[in-house]
């Protein structure tokens, strides 16, 4: 069946006008022997201004990479990113981190910052050239003022004076959000927000990125391997396998079983969502019978 990509050569037609577009980007890690596949090939699509855009496939298939080169992490091979009609590429650090804002993967802090010191640093972009400029003390009003809000968006206010280690993985992953609108940017990329968070943190992550969206009026580009989160949380979705675009499209084009199939060599059951009447995907896995589990005890 043919897949709800753009055009016949297999790649998604990039909006004039986007927040952020991809235009046939190409990108090999350098210790990738070149007679290898691309980590990412000929990838192109764009995100509209205030879309909420989701980035799925199966492991190894191009999805955090992709992210980096949005934000200028990483330098495309072949291909351009723009960021509100600006190639990525010809822009200065400070100049990108003045547009978007990155929240990685969770991970455990590197050095003993506390909540406040670690939001403040979303302000680094915004402080005047020189050393002396960069420092705790140095923070302006404006500063102050964008930290502080920043911090009760996310609900982290109590835990400013804490150290950052001494936080949970869901307390630390809205720490992080926190110091990504500190910087006040337009477009804002999440890899894998609700990766390693329990159940009760995964929902406040989800209900957090919906309002941020709606409330700040951000771009939002994130990376999720919870095909259920993407469904919940995003306007379209980026299918990607082994480096390429298999399609996009919105929730209830893509999460389809044929293509579902495709992508991840899997069957799966797919029904609507109670509340939202979007597709939810379901692992066709047969419970274990009573007989089963009375035999081994449970």
């Not at 379901?282 to 009573?290: G, K």
């Amino acid at each position: 069946m043919r897949m709800p990509v753009a055009n016949e050569c297999g790649r998604a037609q990039v909006m004039e006008g986007a927040a952020v577009a991809v235009e046939r980007v190409s990108f090999r890690y350098d210790h990738v022997p070149p007679d290898r596949r691309w980590t990412v090939e000929d990838v192109s699509f764009s995100i509209g201004f205030g879309e909420v855009l989701g980035i799925v496939g199966p492991n190894g298939s191009g999805k955090s990479s992709l992210l980096k080169l949005m934000a200028g992490l990483l330098r495309p091979a072949s291909g351009a990113v723009f960021v509100e009609g600006r190639a990525v590429a010809t822009l200065t650090p400070s100049d990108v981190a003045g547009i978007l804002a990155v929240v990685p993967q969770e991970q455990p802090p590197l050095f003993p910052f506390s909540v406040a010191e670690t939001v403040l640093m979303g302000r680094f972009p915004h402080r005047k050239r020189g050393w002396w400029n960069m420092g705790v003390g140095a923070e302006t009003e404006a500063d102050l003022v964008a930290v502080h809000q920043a911090m009760v968006e996310t609900d982290v206010l109590a835990l400013a004076d804490r150290l950052l280690s001494d936080l949970s993985g869901g307390e630390r992953q809205r720490v992080l959000i926190a110091r990504a609108l500190a910087q006040e940017p337009d477009i804002l990329l999440l890899d894998e927000p609700t990766a390693f968070l329990d159940l009760s943190h995964q929902i406040d992550m989800c209900s957090l990125v919906q309002r941020l969206a709606r409330e700040r009026h951000l771009t939002v580009g994130l990376v999720t391997h919870d095909l259920n989160v993407a469904s919940l949380l995003c306007d379209r979705v980026v299918m990607m396998r082994e480096g390429t675009v298999r399609a996009i499209g919105t929730p209830a084009e893509i999460l389809r079983q044929d293509i579902l199939h495709d992508v991840y060599g899997c069957d799966v059951m797919i029904d609507r969502h109670p509340q939202t009447g979007r597709p939810r995907v379901t692992l066709p896995i047969q419970a274990p019978q009573d007989e089963h589990r009375i035999r081994a005890g449970t």
